[in-house]
């Protein structure tokens, strides 16, 4: 078995290699140890009747499990995890052709620096993305999934989306610069790998000066919590001073409401992957004018014609 799979990663392209997929069973290890603490670990400070889910069942305590939704993260990261092969294995394509012909220059991959350059040019547009994936609809469907759990656990970490496309996009400055592809998709994966440690709420606040720099559980409880001063905020993945610097960071104030704030109501993968579309789909169809189609298209999640917000 071994042998195996070695051998299917001796055959990948060495710029599909995922780091990701080895840090697999140690994620499978976390989750383990987390649900087995809110088994062991109950916190008595917010009992569990005094919040309700969208389908009404009692809230989750801090860090709680439940069975459905966290088979469904897992089962939405396996696929999740095949679909990006295929997307990065089209991104793979066009980054060669901008890193061999068009950069101006070609930075050596064995220097440490270039994967510094690397890893932090995926952050800083990972954030520009995150930040378009809330703000434009068409690009939200894309992202509404990992948002749809109304638990915080490490399990929601791994509840991802199944079209990377916008991602691809929005990282092609970095081989057009001349970083190499196949650090272009090293700094992702490290990028993915440290932001599944953040999805806790088993960790309060960190020391100060930690809080200040990096992406923290504390801070992105608040870009998972659907309660309006936490919306659209704390977009960073691993440094939260691109927030700090945009005007997009929020300190947490108070335990999160988690899930999205019109909740979608099942454990159908594809549903959950698809819905949002299909409610496009449905407002493009019943709107009146092209510019109103363009709007539910682009516009953010919510959007709705001048008409329809004066008339409600």
């Not at 569990?48 to 069942?57: F, I, K, L, V």
């Not at 909740?263 to 549903?271: A, F, I, K, M, S």
Request: hydrophobic content about 45%.
């Amino acid at each position: 078995m071994l042998e195996t799979l070695s051998g299917l990663w001796d055959a990948l392209p060495e710029a599909l290699r995922d780091p990701v997929a080895l840090a697999a069973p140690f994620f499978v290890l976390m989750i383990g140890l987390e649900a087995l603490a809110a088994l062991l670990l109950e916190d008595d400070e917010q009992p569990a009747g005094e919040r309700r889910t969208s389908d009404g069942r009692a809230a989750p305590r801090r860090g709680g499990y439940e069975r459905r939704d966290a088979l469904t993260s897992l089962t939405l990261g396996v696929v999740s995890a095949a679909t990006m092969a295929a997307w990065k294995g089209l991104g793979l394509l066009g980054y060669a052709v901008l890193f061999a012909y068009v950069a101006p220059w070609q930075l050596p991959a064995d220097a440490w620096w270039t994967w510094a350059l690397a890893i932090l040019g995926v952050d800083f547009l990972f954030y520009w993305a995150h930040r378009i994936a809330h703000r434009v609809r068409l690009v939200w469907a894309t992202h509404q999934a990992h948002h749809s759990s109304e638990y915080f656990n490490f399990s929601t970490a791994l509840r991802q989306k199944w079209n990377n496309s916008h991602e691809l996009v929005l990282w092609a400055p970095l081989p057009l610069l001349g970083v190499p592809p196949a650090l272009v998709f090293l700094g992702f994966s490290v990028s993915l790998v440290y932001q599944f440690f953040v999805h806790t709420e088993r960790v309060g606040r960190l020391w100060r000066p930690v809080e200040l720099v990096l992406n923290t559980p504390s801070h992105h409880r608040v870009h998972h919590g659907s309660d309006p001063e936490y919306l659209d905020r704390n977009y960073g993945g691993i440094l939260i001073v691109w927030d700090r610097l945009f005007g997009s960071f929020q300190p947490e104030l108070h335990r999160p409401t988690y899930g999205l704030t019109v909740p979608v109501g099942t454990y159908h993968l594809l549903r959950l992957q698809t819905h949002e579309y299909a409610a496009i789909g449905r407002d493009v169809r019943r709107a009146g004018t092209w510019r109103d189609k363009v709007g539910y298209v682009l516009g953010p999640p919510g959007w709705r014609p001048a008409a329809d917000r004066v008339d409600a």
